[in-house]
């Protein structure tokens, strides 16, 4: 079985404009920058740093600052492909892409719920109503089983009609089939 997976790039140009002008502090950060203007090969040490980089905007939290990439006119299309794999890989949430510039912005902590479910078969009254449970579960199997039936009915019919054919192929043959047997006494 295959997996395919796609990767959702980008806004439309007015909207992006539209946002950087109502919050200009989305780009007026402390953006670290990198300029990518040649082949991968060449710049494969920069993608390394950038990957660094986002791993360190990710991992400090930090909403303050930002990544900028330029990306140059001589730049080969490999190069803005591994930018976008970093960005999958680095699992990078907030980014706009303006012309040739894409803005990688860090989201600050969220914090996390810690409430736990109540668990009904550990709870006080467990004992109480043990048969109500019984029953919830023998019923919720019953209508997976009824469920599977009708979703499966064609290999039900086939299964059954199976058995009937050997059935009666077994009654056939041994009613018209004389058995000569040798008496050794």
Known sequence: MK??????????????KKIIKEKPKLILRNNSTYVFNSSIEKEQNK??????AIRKLHQSNDSINGIKVH????????VFIRVLDI???????????L???LYVLGNRKIKKSYKKSMNYEKCFYYEANKDFFAEQKTKA????LIKNL???????FAFIGIIILNIFVL???????????????
């Open 3 to 16: 997996e395919y997976r796609s990767f959702n790039y980008g806004l439309d140009e007015e909207y992006s």
């Open 47 to 52: 993608l390394d740093s950038f990957q660094l």
């Open 71 to 78: 990306f140059g006119k001589q730049m080969n299309y490999e």
């Open 87 to 97: 960005q999958a890989i680095e699992k990078t949430d907030t980014y706009y892409q």
């Open 99 to 101: 012309d040739n510039d």
């Open 141 to 144: 199997n019953w209508l997976l």
């Open 150 to 156: 009708k979703q499966y009915k064609i290999v039900l």
């Open 171 to 185: 009654l056939k043959f041994n009613r018209n089939r004389k058995y000569n047997q040798k008496s050794y006494l």
